[in-house]
Protein backbone atom coordinates (compact mmCIF):
# COMPACT_ATOMS: atom_id res chain seq x y z
CA UNK A 1 0.00 0.00 0.00
CA UNK A 2 1.03 3.44 -1.27
CA UNK A 3 1.66 6.35 1.76
CA UNK A 4 -0.81 8.63 2.20
CA UNK A 5 -0.39 11.09 -0.76
CA UNK A 6 0.61 14.74 0.53
CA UNK A 7 -1.72 17.57 0.15
CA UNK A 8 -1.21 20.08 -2.08
CA UNK A 9 -2.65 24.12 -2.14
CA UNK A 10 -3.27 25.83 -5.47
CA UNK A 11 -4.32 29.14 -6.17
CA UNK A 12 -5.93 30.34 -9.89
CA UNK A 13 -4.34 33.75 -9.65
CA UNK A 14 -6.81 35.73 -11.25
CA UNK A 15 -10.48 34.10 -11.19
CA UNK A 16 -10.29 31.45 -8.49
CA UNK A 17 -8.79 31.43 -5.31
CA UNK A 18 -9.11 28.02 -4.03
CA UNK A 19 -7.48 25.28 -1.61
CA UNK A 20 -7.05 21.70 -3.45
CA UNK A 21 -6.73 18.74 -1.29
CA UNK A 22 -5.76 14.80 -2.38
CA UNK A 23 -5.33 12.33 0.18
CA UNK A 24 -4.82 8.51 -0.09
CA UNK A 25 -6.68 6.32 3.10
CA UNK A 26 -4.21 4.13 4.42
CA UNK A 27 -4.07 0.61 4.83
CA UNK A 28 -6.27 -1.08 7.97
CA UNK A 29 -8.41 1.99 8.11
CA UNK A 30 -10.81 1.33 10.18
CA UNK A 31 -14.61 2.74 8.48
CA UNK A 32 -15.03 6.50 9.35
CA UNK A 33 -17.04 9.20 7.60
CA UNK A 34 -15.96 11.27 5.12
CA UNK A 35 -16.84 14.46 6.73
CA UNK A 36 -15.04 13.17 10.15
CA UNK A 37 -11.87 12.04 8.33
CA UNK A 38 -11.08 15.03 6.62
CA UNK A 39 -11.94 17.46 9.96
CA UNK A 40 -8.97 15.29 10.87
CA UNK A 41 -6.70 15.96 8.05
CA UNK A 42 -7.33 19.69 7.58
CA UNK A 43 -6.84 21.46 10.97
CA UNK A 44 -8.46 24.73 11.53
CA UNK A 45 -11.39 23.60 9.21
CA UNK A 46 -14.69 23.53 10.37
CA UNK A 47 -17.10 20.59 10.20
CA UNK A 48 -19.87 22.62 8.84
CA UNK A 49 -17.32 23.93 5.92
CA UNK A 50 -16.27 20.67 4.63
CA UNK A 51 -19.89 19.56 5.16
CA UNK A 52 -21.12 22.53 2.98
CA UNK A 53 -18.39 21.75 0.28
CA UNK A 54 -19.53 17.51 0.14
CA UNK A 55 -22.95 19.32 -0.78
CA UNK A 56 -21.98 21.41 -3.85
CA UNK A 57 -19.83 18.47 -4.87
CA UNK A 58 -16.64 19.79 -4.29
CA UNK A 59 -15.36 16.81 -2.27
CA UNK A 60 -14.93 13.29 -4.33
CA UNK A 61 -14.14 9.92 -3.30
CA UNK A 62 -12.25 7.88 -6.05
CA UNK A 63 -14.07 10.08 -8.71
CA UNK A 64 -17.36 10.21 -7.40
CA UNK A 65 -19.40 13.00 -5.21
CA UNK A 66 -20.63 11.07 -1.91
CA UNK A 67 -22.40 12.28 1.21
CA UNK A 68 -21.18 13.52 4.61
CA UNK A 69 -21.67 9.88 6.08
CA UNK A 70 -20.02 7.99 3.05
CA UNK A 71 -17.98 5.61 4.87
CA UNK A 72 -14.35 5.31 4.07
CA UNK A 73 -12.45 1.96 3.01
CA UNK A 74 -8.35 1.64 2.73
CA UNK A 75 -6.75 2.66 -0.12
CA UNK A 76 -9.57 5.20 -1.43
CA UNK A 77 -8.28 8.77 -3.19
CA UNK A 78 -10.14 11.97 -1.60
CA UNK A 79 -9.86 15.15 -3.79
CA UNK A 80 -11.44 18.04 -1.68
CA UNK A 81 -11.65 21.32 -2.89
CA UNK A 82 -12.61 24.73 -0.78
CA UNK A 83 -12.27 28.28 -1.31
CA UNK A 84 -9.67 29.93 0.32
CA UNK A 85 -9.83 33.41 1.76
CA UNK A 86 -7.19 36.04 0.96
CA UNK A 87 -5.12 37.05 3.22
CA UNK A 88 -6.38 40.48 3.95
CA UNK A 89 -4.79 40.80 7.29
CA UNK A 90 -6.24 40.87 10.67
CA UNK A 91 -9.74 42.63 9.66
CA UNK A 92 -10.82 44.92 6.76
CA UNK A 93 -11.99 48.46 7.70
CA UNK A 94 -15.88 48.60 6.55
CA UNK A 95 -16.24 51.54 4.65
CA UNK A 96 -19.07 53.44 3.29
CA UNK A 97 -18.23 53.20 -0.62
CA UNK A 98 -21.26 52.70 -3.12
CA UNK A 99 -21.69 49.80 -4.94
CA UNK A 100 -23.30 49.11 -8.37
CA UNK A 101 -25.54 46.24 -7.77
CA UNK A 102 -27.23 44.68 -10.48
CA UNK A 103 -28.46 41.72 -8.53
CA UNK A 104 -28.47 40.22 -4.94
CA UNK A 105 -30.08 37.37 -2.84
CA UNK A 106 -29.68 35.62 0.41
CA UNK A 107 -26.34 33.56 -1.72
CA UNK A 108 -24.82 36.02 -4.51
CA UNK A 109 -23.99 39.46 -5.03
CA UNK A 110 -23.35 40.66 -8.76
CA UNK A 111 -21.28 44.18 -8.14
CA UNK A 112 -20.28 46.47 -11.58
CA UNK A 113 -16.89 47.63 -10.54
CA UNK A 114 -16.05 50.26 -12.13
CA UNK A 115 -12.07 51.22 -13.87
CA UNK A 116 -9.44 52.17 -10.91
CA UNK A 117 -11.34 50.49 -8.09
CA UNK A 118 -8.91 47.94 -6.64
CA UNK A 119 -10.63 44.77 -5.78
CA UNK A 120 -9.40 43.63 -2.30
CA UNK A 121 -7.12 45.59 0.37
CA UNK A 122 -2.93 44.94 -0.55
CA UNK A 123 0.42 46.58 -0.44
CA UNK A 124 -0.17 49.94 -1.85
CA UNK A 125 -3.53 49.63 -1.32
CA UNK A 126 -5.00 49.53 1.94
CA UNK A 127 -8.40 50.98 1.74
CA UNK A 128 -10.99 52.31 -0.46
CA UNK A 129 -11.37 48.72 -2.45
CA UNK A 130 -14.33 46.72 -3.17
CA UNK A 131 -13.99 44.54 -0.52
CA UNK A 132 -13.88 47.44 1.94
CA UNK A 133 -17.37 48.41 0.20
CA UNK A 134 -18.65 45.21 1.12
CA UNK A 135 -17.45 44.65 4.37
CA UNK A 136 -19.91 47.96 4.97
CA UNK A 137 -22.51 46.54 2.77
CA UNK A 138 -22.73 43.18 4.57
CA UNK A 139 -22.63 44.54 8.20
CA UNK A 140 -26.04 46.74 7.76
CA UNK A 141 -28.65 45.71 9.93
CA UNK A 142 -30.94 45.56 7.09
CA UNK A 143 -28.94 42.69 5.90
CA UNK A 144 -30.10 38.92 7.25
CA UNK A 145 -27.18 37.23 9.15
CA UNK A 146 -26.13 34.39 7.12
CA UNK A 147 -24.93 31.51 8.35
CA UNK A 148 -21.05 31.66 7.45
CA UNK A 149 -21.57 35.09 6.81
CA UNK A 150 -17.92 36.82 7.62
CA UNK A 151 -17.88 40.89 7.23
CA UNK A 152 -14.11 40.63 7.06
CA UNK A 153 -13.87 37.85 4.49
CA UNK A 154 -16.85 38.60 1.81
CA UNK A 155 -16.83 36.18 -0.62
CA UNK A 156 -14.49 36.68 -3.20
CA UNK A 157 -14.54 33.90 -5.98
CA UNK A 158 -12.65 35.65 -8.34
CA UNK A 159 -11.16 39.21 -9.16
CA UNK A 160 -10.42 41.41 -12.24
CA UNK A 161 -7.95 43.82 -12.31
CA UNK A 162 -7.69 47.05 -11.05
CA UNK A 163 -8.41 49.43 -14.41
CA UNK A 164 -10.47 46.67 -16.06
CA UNK A 165 -14.23 47.42 -15.20
CA UNK A 166 -17.31 45.00 -15.15
CA UNK A 167 -19.38 42.32 -13.46
CA UNK A 168 -17.85 40.48 -10.35
CA UNK A 169 -19.79 37.85 -8.86
CA UNK A 170 -19.83 37.43 -4.60
CA UNK A 171 -20.51 34.70 -2.63
CA UNK A 172 -22.80 35.53 0.41
CA UNK A 173 -22.11 32.19 2.47
CA UNK A 174 -19.88 29.44 3.01
CA UNK A 175 -22.12 26.78 0.90
CA UNK A 176 -22.01 29.39 -1.90
CA UNK A 177 -18.79 30.37 -2.04
CA UNK A 178 -17.98 26.69 -2.30
CA UNK A 179 -20.54 25.68 -4.71
CA UNK A 180 -19.41 29.16 -7.44
CA UNK A 181 -15.64 28.48 -6.34
CA UNK A 182 -15.79 24.60 -7.95
CA UNK A 183 -17.53 26.14 -11.13
CA UNK A 184 -14.84 28.13 -11.94
CA UNK A 185 -12.33 25.37 -10.88
CA UNK A 186 -13.87 23.33 -13.29
CA UNK A 187 -13.90 26.08 -16.33
CA UNK A 188 -18.36 25.98 -16.02
CA UNK A 189 -18.34 29.63 -15.59
CA UNK A 190 -19.46 31.84 -18.49
CA UNK A 191 -17.04 35.04 -18.64
CA UNK A 192 -17.19 36.90 -21.68
CA UNK A 193 -15.53 40.57 -22.08
CA UNK A 194 -15.22 43.24 -24.51
CA UNK A 195 -11.90 45.07 -25.26
CA UNK A 196 -10.82 47.46 -27.68
CA UNK A 197 -7.74 46.09 -29.50
CA UNK A 198 -4.67 47.75 -31.84
CA UNK A 199 -5.38 46.60 -35.57
CA UNK A 200 -7.61 43.84 -37.08
CA UNK A 201 -7.30 40.58 -35.69
CA UNK A 202 -7.04 38.13 -38.74
CA UNK A 203 -8.99 35.78 -38.85
CA UNK A 204 -11.49 38.09 -37.33
CA UNK A 205 -11.93 35.47 -35.18
CA UNK A 206 -10.46 32.07 -33.14
CA UNK A 207 -8.93 31.13 -30.22
CA UNK A 208 -5.52 31.58 -28.83
CA UNK A 209 -3.73 29.04 -26.99
CA UNK A 210 -0.38 29.60 -25.04
CA UNK A 211 0.35 28.46 -21.38
CA UNK A 212 0.36 31.71 -19.43
CA UNK A 213 2.98 32.09 -16.49
CA UNK A 214 5.26 35.10 -14.65
CA UNK A 215 8.38 36.52 -17.31
CA UNK A 216 11.39 35.37 -15.20
CA UNK A 217 13.35 38.47 -16.35
CA UNK A 218 10.02 40.47 -14.99
CA UNK A 219 7.89 38.74 -12.09
CA UNK A 220 5.17 42.13 -12.41
CA UNK A 221 4.67 40.99 -16.47
CA UNK A 222 3.08 37.30 -17.37
CA UNK A 223 4.08 35.82 -20.45
CA UNK A 224 3.42 33.05 -23.06
CA UNK A 225 5.29 29.69 -22.81
CA UNK A 226 5.15 28.45 -26.38
CA UNK A 227 7.09 25.19 -25.71
CA UNK A 228 4.20 24.47 -23.04
CA UNK A 229 6.52 23.07 -20.85
CA UNK A 230 6.22 25.87 -18.13
CA UNK A 231 3.05 27.95 -17.43
CA UNK A 232 -1.02 26.90 -16.75
CA UNK A 233 -2.73 26.13 -19.60
CA UNK A 234 -4.69 29.04 -21.24
CA UNK A 235 -7.30 29.28 -23.64
CA UNK A 236 -8.99 32.38 -25.28
CA UNK A 237 -12.08 32.44 -28.18
CA UNK A 238 -12.38 35.53 -29.68
CA UNK A 239 -14.23 37.98 -32.04
CA UNK A 240 -14.17 40.79 -33.93
CA UNK A 241 -17.72 42.72 -33.37
CA UNK A 242 -16.48 45.57 -35.05
CA UNK A 243 -13.21 47.16 -37.63
CA UNK A 244 -11.85 50.11 -37.38
CA UNK A 245 -9.08 49.47 -39.41
CA UNK A 246 -6.46 50.98 -36.71
CA UNK A 247 -7.96 49.38 -33.34
CA UNK A 248 -10.87 47.21 -33.12
CA UNK A 249 -13.76 46.25 -31.06
CA UNK A 250 -13.46 42.53 -29.93
CA UNK A 251 -15.03 39.62 -27.60
CA UNK A 252 -12.90 37.45 -25.64
CA UNK A 253 -14.61 34.74 -23.83
CA UNK A 254 -12.54 32.81 -21.21
CA UNK A 255 -12.46 29.22 -21.00
CA UNK A 256 -9.86 29.34 -18.38
CA UNK A 257 -8.88 32.57 -16.04
CA UNK A 258 -4.99 33.11 -15.73
CA UNK A 259 -3.54 36.61 -14.33
CA UNK A 260 -3.53 39.32 -16.96
CA UNK A 261 -5.00 36.02 -19.63
CA UNK A 262 -6.68 38.36 -22.53
CA UNK A 263 -4.09 41.06 -22.26
CA UNK A 264 -1.27 38.83 -22.96
CA UNK A 265 -3.23 36.33 -24.93
CA UNK A 266 -4.07 39.87 -27.34
CA UNK A 267 -0.56 41.22 -27.28
CA UNK A 268 1.09 37.51 -28.44
CA UNK A 269 -0.91 38.02 -31.53
CA UNK A 270 -0.05 41.20 -31.99
CA UNK A 271 -2.98 43.24 -31.15
CA UNK A 272 -2.54 44.46 -27.77
CA UNK A 273 -5.30 46.08 -25.53
CA UNK A 274 -5.51 49.82 -26.25
CA UNK A 275 -3.92 52.14 -23.59
CA UNK A 276 -2.45 48.72 -21.66
CA UNK A 277 0.36 50.32 -20.27
CA UNK A 278 1.94 47.15 -18.97
CA UNK A 279 1.56 45.47 -22.66
CA UNK A 280 2.88 47.98 -24.36
CA UNK A 281 -0.89 48.62 -25.77
CA UNK A 282 -0.38 52.29 -24.61
CA UNK A 283 2.09 53.15 -27.67
CA UNK A 284 1.18 53.45 -31.74
CA UNK A 285 0.92 49.95 -33.41
CA UNK A 286 -0.91 50.77 -36.35
CA UNK A 287 -1.54 54.09 -37.88
CA UNK A 288 0.60 56.63 -39.77
CA UNK A 289 3.65 59.01 -38.37
CA UNK A 290 2.44 62.52 -38.45
CA UNK A 291 2.20 63.93 -36.10
CA UNK A 292 -1.82 64.67 -36.14
CA UNK A 293 -2.37 61.41 -35.85
CA UNK A 294 -0.09 61.08 -32.94
CA UNK A 295 -2.02 64.04 -31.50
CA UNK A 296 -5.04 62.33 -31.89
CA UNK A 297 -4.33 58.89 -30.49
CA UNK A 298 -2.71 61.07 -27.01
CA UNK A 299 -6.43 62.28 -27.28
CA UNK A 300 -7.74 59.06 -27.45
CA UNK A 301 -5.79 57.74 -24.40
CA UNK A 302 -6.59 60.64 -22.29
CA UNK A 303 -10.21 59.92 -23.24
CA UNK A 304 -9.38 56.37 -21.75
CA UNK A 305 -6.80 56.89 -19.29
CA UNK A 306 -6.77 52.80 -18.78
CA UNK A 307 -6.86 49.67 -20.63
CA UNK A 308 -10.01 49.12 -22.56
CA UNK A 309 -11.02 46.09 -21.61
CA UNK A 310 -14.01 45.13 -19.81
CA UNK A 311 -15.93 42.33 -17.93
CA UNK A 312 -19.14 42.55 -19.76
CA UNK A 313 -21.32 38.89 -19.24
CA UNK A 314 -21.06 35.96 -16.62
CA UNK A 315 -22.88 33.28 -16.44
CA UNK A 316 -23.37 30.28 -13.51
CA UNK A 317 -25.25 27.93 -12.19
CA UNK A 318 -27.20 29.49 -8.84
CA UNK A 319 -25.88 27.60 -5.80
CA UNK A 320 -29.29 27.14 -4.63
CA UNK A 321 -31.77 27.62 -7.40
CA UNK A 322 -30.25 25.02 -9.49
CA UNK A 323 -30.61 27.30 -12.40
CA UNK A 324 -28.68 28.55 -14.98
CA UNK A 325 -28.12 32.49 -14.20
CA UNK A 326 -26.73 35.05 -17.28
CA UNK A 327 -25.66 38.72 -16.70
CA UNK A 328 -25.10 41.52 -18.53
CA UNK A 329 -23.81 44.93 -18.32
CA UNK A 330 -23.07 48.00 -20.06
CA UNK A 331 -19.71 49.09 -22.15
CA UNK A 332 -18.27 52.06 -19.50
CA UNK A 333 -18.96 55.81 -21.26
CA UNK A 334 -15.01 55.92 -21.55
CA UNK A 335 -15.13 52.58 -23.87
CA UNK A 336 -17.59 53.62 -25.80
CA UNK A 337 -17.02 57.23 -26.02
CA UNK A 338 -13.18 55.86 -27.67
CA UNK A 339 -15.29 54.00 -30.07
CA UNK A 340 -17.33 57.03 -31.44
CA UNK A 341 -13.83 58.77 -31.80
CA UNK A 342 -12.19 56.34 -33.50
CA UNK A 343 -15.31 56.23 -35.64
CA UNK A 344 -15.89 59.25 -36.58
CA UNK A 345 -11.62 59.21 -37.18
CA UNK A 346 -11.90 56.42 -39.70
CA UNK A 347 -15.41 57.98 -41.70
CA UNK A 348 -13.49 61.21 -41.75
CA UNK A 349 -10.26 60.07 -43.34
CA UNK A 350 -12.49 58.03 -45.67
CA UNK A 351 -14.75 61.10 -46.84
CA UNK A 352 -11.02 62.63 -47.83
CA UNK A 353 -10.33 59.50 -49.92
CA UNK A 354 -12.85 59.21 -51.56
CA UNK A 355 -13.35 63.07 -52.20
Known amino acids: MNEELENTIEADEEEGLYEHHRFLT???LTPVRVDKYIQIKLEGVSRNKIQNGIRAG???VDGEAVKPNHKLKPGQTI???LPKPPDLGESVVPENIPLDIRYED?????IHKPAGMVVHPGVGNPSGTLVNALAYHLQNPEMPVLPGNSPDRPGLVHRIDKDTSGLVLIAKNDYAMTHLAKQFFDHTVTREYNAIVWGAPDPPAGTIEGNLGRDPRFRQLMKVFEDGEEGKEARTHYETLE???YVSLVKCVLETGRTHQI???MKFIGHPVFNDARYGGDRIWKGTVF????????????MCP???????TIGFDHPTKGKRMFFDSELPSDMQNLLDKWRAYVSHRKENIEG
Open 106 to 110: DDIMI
Open 26 to 28: PGG
Open 291 to 302: TKYKQFVDNCFE
Open 58 to 60: AVK
Open 306 to 312: RQALHAR
Open 243 to 245: DLY
Open 263 to 265: RVH
Open 79 to 81: TIL
